[in-house]
């Protein structure tokens, strides 16, 4: 049972390319979540899932797209990186709904934009 | 226009003594709180949480307290310990959409 993971773990990307962040759960959980953490402004959300098929903006979603693949996977994708979307992202899954809010989070993915 | 607020960057409590920690909040449609601890490099871990209709949950060394009309909450921790030391979220959801909304955070330093 491995929680939620994430990959990568660590990139390094140029102004200007794109790339997609993976996370997996397989907790069976309903809902899934987006947040970055940039020194000291804590976790903000970026997107969240809270079901399979639906999405929708957090905090701080510009610059951002998600996909729900399927109840498992929910992925973030940068389009065109920018050196402000330099910092540590985090995917959570909780089993949502009034069932339970408490959140699962994976170990983080480092991305530096340069 | 920060929704959950944790006014005190860091903390720091002797060894065996109490931390309390502070948290306050703006939205009235928020109906669940949530406490995380996390360690550098690591994702943050649920600890203790409570819901709205009460005002007080307890969970061994941990404590959270609610004060809806002041908008406001408290994580205690007693006795702290060498493991405590971690820097600690506020969280609150929103009972419309589900959100999950965050606190900046406070660091929390348990002094031997």
């Known amino acids: 049972n491995a929680g939620v993971t994430q990959t990568p773990k660590f990139q390094v990307l140029k102004t200007g390319q794109s790339m997609t962040l993976q996370c997996a759960q397989d907790m069976n959980h309903n809902s899934m979540y987006w947040y970055r953490q940039d020194p000291g402004m804590g976790l903000r959300l970026i997107y969240y899932s809270a079901s399979e098929g639906t999405t929708d903006k957090g905090e701080v979603p510009n610059g951002y797209n998600v996909s729900r693949l399927n109840k498992r996977e929910f992925s973030l994708r940068l389009e065109s990186a920018a050196p402000s979307q330099t910092s540590v992202y985090f995917c959570?899954?909780?089993?949502?709904?009034?069932?339970?809010?408490?959140?699962?989070f994976g170990p983080g993915t480092r991305l530096t934009v340069t | 226009d920060q929704q959950v607020k944790q006014n005190s960057p860091s903390l720091s409590v002797q060894e065996g003594r109490i931390s309390i920690l502070n948290c306050d909040y703006t939205n009235s449609m928020f109906d669940y709180f949530l406490w995380y601890k996390k360690y550098p490099a690591e994702g943050p871990t649920f600890l203790i949480s409570i819901s709205s209709i009460k005002d007080k949950n307890e969970d061994g060394r941990f404590t959270v307290f609610l004060n809806k009309s002041a908008k406001h909450l408290s994580l205690h921790i007693v006795p702290s310990q060498p493991g405590d030391s971690a820097v600690y979220f506020c969280a609150a959801r929103h009972i419309r959409d589900d959100k999950i909304i965050f606190g900046k955070g406070t660091r929390l330093h348990i002094l031997p």
């Open positions: 959570a899954s909780s089993e949502g709904g009034s069932l339970s809010y408490e959140q699962y």
